[in-house]
């Protein structure tokens, strides 16, 4: 159980096209889901946090009207890279977690990667 | 303010060796732990948790103690394999579901 589904896994994209990439809870209800990029050999960057049916919260330094988020169900949530540069070029993971006791673990999709030509 | 801090990589090791990852974290009130695992081109898969202290996780024949004491939660196999070759993260959460994560260990593991 407690599979996330994330697609696409990979994404090449021209310059100023905007990308949408979808994480679905496949098997749960999932309150919260959050977005981190990851740049390649480091940790995971928290980007945002977001519960269904509210506005999603973003961290400190990313910029809300570039990286759309949207969690209009408890099962998918959605992250649109607007305007993309080759800056955002990057690999995206989502990850989220359960309702009740188990709410402290994440339950993480496979990826999307980014490339931004 | 939460912090973890993981030893750096990448391990190399041979098959069969001893792994040890060195982890030790700060934060305010409680937290729970975890260890997750990032296969090359994937996403994290939660390889163990422990949420109190002297709790001890384990999977796959990977242990880690909840040492409130040291702050730390190392993690150990005894034998590691080929397809143990990974990245590592020890990633803490207070309760507010927010993970904080380490920067990550490679372990390459030889044959």
């Known amino acids: 159980g407690a599979v996330v589904s994330q697609h696409p896994s990979r994404v090449i994209c021209k310059s100023g096209t905007s990308v949408k990439i979808e994480c679905r809870s496949l098997d749960f209800q999932a309150t919260t889901m959050f977005w981190y990029r990851q740049f390649p050999k480091q940790s995971l960057m928290l980007m945002a946090t977001?519960?269904?049916?509210?506005?999603?919260?973003?961290e400190q330094g990313v910029e809300k009207d570039k990286f759309l988020i949207n969690h209009a169900s408890l099962t998918l949530s959605t992250l649109t890279v607007t305007s993309a540069h080759p800056e955002d070029s990057s690999f995206y993971i989502c990850s989220a977690s359960l309702q009740g006791v188990a709410k402290n673990i994440q339950y993480f999709g496979a990826g999307t990667r980014l490339s931004v030509l | 303010g939460n912090s973890v801090t993981q030893m750096e990589g990448p391990v190399t090791l041979s098959e069969e060796a001893f792994l040890t990852i060195n982890c030790t974290y700060t934060a305010t009130g409680y937290p729970s732990l975890f260890w997750y695992v990032q296969y090359p081109g994937e996403g994290l898969q939660l390889l163990l948790k422990a949420t109190k202290a002297d709790d001890k996780g384990s999977n796959k024949g990977f242990e880690a103690t909840y040492r409130k004491e040291t702050t730390s939660f190392h993690l150990e196999k005894g034998s590691v394999q080929v397809s143990d070759s990974a990245v590592y993260f020890c990633?803490?959460?207070?309760?507010?579901?927010?993970?904080?994560f380490g920067t990550g260990t490679r372990l390459l593991v030889s044959p």
């Open positions: 977001s519960n269904e049916g509210s506005k999603a919260t973003y």
């Open positions: 990633a803490l959460n207070t309760g507010f579901q927010k993970l904080v």
